[in-house]
Every structure is written in structure tokens, then in C-alpha cells.
């Protein structure tokens, strides 16, 4: 199979990528490498990926028309998946308007893709954070997901009511997902995970919102990926939802549009996570601890039961597991930089 996979050299399109090319498929991938962080990590990606005979990329923002355009230049995806966004829950605070031109406009112009490409399934990252200001734990598919406490949950909330009209008015099997804190190997410098190894590695402190009393439904990467690469082969069919005991199905009774949650519906205190690091490091961290930041949510679960209903996966790699595979790739990722 052919998929287009936009943001291709961040965390997740890489690690995505990677996958669908070690099963056969072929990808073509969208990214603009922006300054967000540091693009030498992104093309460090890229160079892993460029070994691969059916990987080829283009380079171009996702605010132009020409250059998502440009992008499928002979190649028709049967799969697109549009993961490329701007990021960040604080970030979202300080530079609004990146966020609006990033996930608004640029899903716009991706969904005028898919409408014009027609894709057999178009797949839509969405995240946590739309649940917001939800009470209730876990979260469901089926929760509302009106109150998003910053801007980028909002502008991502929006992104998946945008591929909804879009599915329904032009027929465009759509998935959307979202996502769990995700972590592991390559990823992104900006996230917890990531800045707890980096400073204690270094022996700087690190800083601990909430106090140290947050917890989250961390998702390891390769978990993640398996979890979008399974969803992309079962495409939603208007009016066709699964039927399985205790278990309600998103899917719209006006579209061929789902969403679904990605995670292992286990969450970890965030004491606990740096206590993992710690030991893998073999160094203890400085903590300065620091109230909840605005944007920020207590605590994080996902329902996953519609997930295992639909593609008999869940989310199960232990968090010291997975972190012992982070500490081992960042240290070896900076001993060769």
C-alpha cells in the first residue's frame, strides 16, 4: 500500500514511517522542519529513513496549497495520515497565532487534499488534551471534549470536527486518534520525558509541575505506532459500528468518521516515572517542584476498550521498559553528535 504521512521527520511520523516501510508499504512523506526545536534531531530522522528505497519526502509547510500540492506529485496514497501540527500545550500560550495558522489552516488545506487525492482512509492525530477540563476517568470516545483548557487542544478539537464535515460531505473514511503522552527513542526535546533525561544526565534540576502529584497514561512509542498502523487497515463504514459488549463505538451516525483513543489505560504517577529514569541513568534527580502550569490537567486515563475492540491491540509495554529504551538511545544518539 502507498501512505502519505505528513510531519514525517517528527517523533511520531518517523517512527510511523519506519514501520510501514519495514511491512512492504511505501511512503511518501510531508514535513517543514521547523524551528519548534532544534531541526537537527528532525534530520537525523530523515537520514534514517532516506536508506529506504520506497521512502521519499518532500519539504513544504502545511499553510501552502502549491507545496502540499507539489507533495503528491504522482504518487496516490491509498492512506494519509496527517500528523504534522504545531505542538505544545504552553508553547500554545506564548505564539497563539503559530497554532492557528499550523492546525487550522494547514488541516484545512490537507482535508482540500484528501478531497481531491481520495485517499481509501485519511487518518487525523488528535490528543488528550481535547478532553480538558472532563471530570470524568477515564476518558471515553463518547465523553465530551467541549471545555479545552489552551489553544492547542482547541485548535485540535477543531481539526477533528473539520474532518468530520469533510467526511461526511465528500465521503472520506476518516480515523481520528488520539494521543496519550507519548515517549521513547527520538523523541521530541520539548516534552517531559525527553528534558528529565536530558537534565539529569547533565545534573541540572528539573522542574516538576503540579508538585510532583500528576500522573499521566504514558504510551510508548512503538506501542503508539502499532496502534495507528492497525487502525489504518479497518476503515470506517457509515452506519456499520462494532458491536461488542460494554463497549461504545464513536462512530458518527452521519460519516464514515471515528475517533479513538491510544493507550494502554494504565497511568503512571509522574514521581514514579522520574523515579524510572533515575534508575536507568543511575543518577539521582535535582527536583524543583512547582504548581500545576496554566493549560495543564491533573491527571490523564484513556479508555481503551473501543481500541482492543477494533483492532484486538492494547498499549502494554511497562513504563521501565520503555524509559530504559529512551535512556539507551539517548545516550547513544549524543556519544555519535
Given at each position: 500500500m502507498k501512505y502519505f504521512v505528513t510531519g514525517v521527520a517528527g517523533f511520531i511520523g518517523f517512527h510511523l514511517a519506519r514501520r510501514l516501510l519495514a511491512a512492504g508499504h511505501e511512503v511518501r512523506g510531508f514535513d517543514g522542519l521547523t524551528?519548534?526545536?532544534?531541526?537537527?534531531?528532525?534530520?537525523?530522522?530523515?537520514?534514517?529513513?532516506?536508506?529506504?528505497?520506497?521512502?521519499?519526502?518532500?519539504?513544504?509547510?502545511?499553510?501552502?496549497k502549491t507545496d502540499l500540492e507539489n507533495s503528491l506529485d504522482g504518487f496516490a496514497p491509498d492512506v494519509m495520515v496527517h500528523l504534522a501540527a504545531q505542538a505544545g500545550v504552553r508553547y500554545s500560550i506564548d505564539s497563539p497565532e503559530v497554532y492557528v495558522d499550523s492546525n487550522l489552516v494547514g488541516t484545512f488545506n490537507i482535508l482540500e487534499l484528501a478531497r481531491s487525492a481520495k485517499p481509501g482512509h485519511f487518518m487525523f492525530s488528535s490528543t488528550s488534551s481535547v478532553y480538558g477540563g472532563n471530570e470524568k476517568l477515564p476518558y471515553s470516545e463518547s465523553d465530551p471534549a467541549h471545555q479545552p483548557i489552551s489553544l492547542y487542544a482547541a485548535t485540535k478539537k477543531a481539526g477533528e470536527v473539520m474532518t468530520h464535515?469533510?467526511?461526511?460531505?465528500?465521503?472520506?473514511?476518516?480515523?481520528?486518534?488520539?494521543?496519550?503522552?507519548?515517549?521513547?527513542?527520538w523523541g521530541r526535546p520539548d516534552m517531559a520525558p525527553f528534558k528529565f533525561v536530558e537534565r539529569i544526565e547533565r545534573g541540572e534540576p528539573i522542574e516538576v509541575y503540579g508538585e510532583g502529584k500528576m500522573s499521566r497514561d504514558f504510551t510508548y512509542i512503538d506501542d503508539l505506532v502499532t496502534g495507528v498502523e492497525k487502525l489504518s487497515t479497518i476503515v470506517p463504514q457509515q452506519g456499520d459500528p462494532i458491536e461488542v459488549p460494554g463497549i461504545t463505538d464513536s462512530l458518527s451516525t452521519v460519516a464514515p468518521w471515528r475517533v479513538v483513543n491510544i493507550a494502554g489505560g494504565q497511568p503512571v504517577g509522574l514521581l514514579d516515572f522520574i523515579e524510572s529514569i533515575e534508575s536507568h541513568l543511575g543518577k539521582e534527580a535535582n527536583k524543583v517542584f512547582l504548581p500545576m502550569q496554566p493549560g495543564d490537567v491533573a491527571?490523564?486515563?484513556?479508555?481503551?476498550?473501543?481500541?482492543?475492540?477494533?483492532?484486538?491491540?492494547?498499549?502494554d509495554t511497562p513504563v521501565d521498559e520503555g524509559v530504559e529504551a529512551l535512556v539507551k538511545w539517548y545516550r547513544e544518539y549524543h556519544s555519535a553528535t
Amino acid at each position: 500500500m502507498k501512505y502519505f504521512v505528513t510531519g514525517v521527520a517528527g517523533f511520531i511520523g518517523f517512527h510511523l514511517a519506519r514501520r510501514l516501510l519495514a511491512a512492504g508499504h511505501e511512503v511518501r512523506g510531508f514535513d517543514g522542519l521547523t524551528q519548534y526545536y532544534d531541526p537537527t534531531l528532525k534530520r537525523a530522522r530523515l537520514a534514517e529513513l532516506m536508506v529506504e528505497p520506497n521512502f521519499s519526502w518532500f519539504e513544504g509547510m502545511l499553510e501552502s496549497k502549491t507545496d502540499l500540492e507539489n507533495s503528491l506529485d504522482g504518487f496516490a496514497p491509498d492512506v494519509m495520515v496527517h500528523l504534522a501540527a504545531q505542538a505544545g500545550v504552553r508553547y500554545s500560550i506564548d505564539s497563539p497565532e503559530v497554532y492557528v495558522d499550523s492546525n487550522l489552516v494547514g488541516t484545512f488545506n490537507i482535508l482540500e487534499l484528501a478531497r481531491s487525492a481520495k485517499p481509501g482512509h485519511f487518518m487525523f492525530s488528535s490528543t488528550s488534551s481535547v478532553y480538558g477540563g472532563n471530570e470524568k476517568l477515564p476518558y471515553s470516545e463518547s465523553d465530551p471534549a467541549h471545555q479545552p483548557i489552551s489553544l492547542y487542544a482547541a485548535t485540535k478539537k477543531a481539526g477533528e470536527v473539520m474532518t468530520h464535515a469533510y467526511s461526511h460531505l465528500f465521503d472520506i473514511p476518516t480515523t481520528c486518534f488520539r494521543f496519550f503522552t507519548v515517549y521513547g527513542p527520538w523523541g521530541r526535546p520539548d516534552m517531559a520525558p525527553f528534558k528529565f533525561v536530558e537534565r539529569i544526565e547533565r545534573g541540572e534540576p528539573i522542574e516538576v509541575y503540579g508538585e510532583g502529584k500528576m500522573s499521566r497514561d504514558f504510551t510508548y512509542i512503538d506501542d503508539l505506532v502499532t496502534g495507528v498502523e492497525k487502525l489504518s487497515t479497518i476503515v470506517p463504514q457509515q452506519g456499520d459500528p462494532i458491536e461488542v459488549p460494554g463497549i461504545t463505538d464513536s462512530l458518527s451516525t452521519v460519516a464514515p468518521w471515528r475517533v479513538v483513543n491510544i493507550a494502554g489505560g494504565q497511568p503512571v504517577g509522574l514521581l514514579d516515572f522520574i523515579e524510572s529514569i533515575e534508575s536507568h541513568l543511575g543518577k539521582e534527580a535535582n527536583k524543583v517542584f512547582l504548581p500545576m502550569q496554566p493549560g495543564d490537567v491533573a491527571q490523564t486515563w484513556a479508555n481503551a476498550g473501543l481500541l482492543k475492540a477494533l483492532t484486538g491491540f492494547l498499549p502494554d509495554t511497562p513504563v521501565d521498559e520503555g524509559v530504559e529504551a529512551l535512556v539507551k538511545w539517548y545516550r547513544e544518539y549524543h556519544s555519535a553528535t
